[in-house]
């Protein structure tokens, strides 16, 4: 299925999952989207946080449409699930086309779901993917640099990859520096303040088996926890795990640059 044809499915709302495992060698990415008045902003949190929030496009202030990441993308339909943020509170919706504003602008962020298919034809076991759930995702005690209103922790997303596959996985992930890049942390999850493994905040639990240990990977939600750090009245973020799917290939992915420079609203 092509990504064009997944995204009908999802406008169509035949598909509401997650999106691990779906269009394989296509870039993902995560979605926020934010009142003008706090875009520069948010745009300058993200080129100085490029690890959890690699920016691979902007949109036009006020348009639904992400052009760079596809021709007929409608931002406010082609998402699985949203997350939307209005004074304190926090809904889901399967689609924002009744609370899109013209003053809004998106954001789209790289998600490692993008290279989970080179890890597999690499032979690297991924227990979620193979199992069809969702990633295990968690706070950590890593900080991210403030900008404006916006501040907070990372939040990392964990597989479990075999010991003897440790070294060419951050081989093959650091070629993928728009979909999060190397893992940031591997072995002991209390060193980077994670208490349970079993208990992750997003996503699903998977099983650490013998001989493998737990790989971090810096992670787009960490956006999300941003936009609750900044109180804002009104904003609109991914589901976690329900990414936007993109017409942009891995080798697309890999020749980006590392930042999109685009002025936020532009």
């Not at 997650?18 to 394989?24: A, E, L, R």
């Not at 209390?190 to 997003?202: F, H, T």
Request: net charge negative; glycine share 10%.
């Amino acid at each position: 299925m092509t990504p064009h044809v997944f995204r009908q499915h999802v406008r169509t709302g035949e598909f509401t999952g997650h999106t691990s495992g779906v269009c394989d060698g296509f870039l993902q990415a995560n979605i926020l989207i934010v009142p003008s008045r706090v875009a520069s902003d948010f745009h300058r949190y993200c080129t100085s946080n490029p690890r959890p929030c690699p920016l691979v496009s902007v949109s036009k202030l006020g348009e639904p449409s992400l052009p760079e990441l596809g021709k007929y993308i409608d931002i406010r339909t082609d998402l699985p699930g949203y997350r939307i943020f209005a004074d304190g509170n926090v809904a889901e919706a399967s689609d924002i086309a009744d609370v899109w504003r013209d003053d809004l602008v998106t954001f789209a962020l790289g998600c490692s779901f993008t290279f989970e298919r080179v890890l597999l034809n690499n032979g690297i076991h991924l227990w979620h993917v193979e199992n069809g759930r969702n990633v295990a995702m968690y706070r950590t005690n890593m900080m991210t640099e403030p900008v404006g209103p916006f501040s907070g922790p990372m939040v990392v997303s964990m597989r479990p990859i075999g010991r003897d596959m440790i070294k060419k996985t951050i081989r093959i992930c650091g070629d993928f520096p728009n979909a999060h890049g190397a893992p940031v942390h591997w072995g002991d999850p209390s060193a980077i303040g994670i208490d349970d493994l079993d208990a992750p905040e997003w996503g699903d639990t998977a099983p650490v088996a013998e001989g493998e240990v737990p790989v971090f990977w810096a992670c787009g939600v960490t956006s999300q926890v941003s936009l609750e750090k900044a109180d804002l009245d009104f904003c609109i973020s991914h589901k976690p795990g329900c990414m936007l799917v993109t017409d942009v290939p891995e080798i697309g992915v890999q020749e980006m640059p590392q930042a999109h420079q685009k002025r936020a609203g532009a």
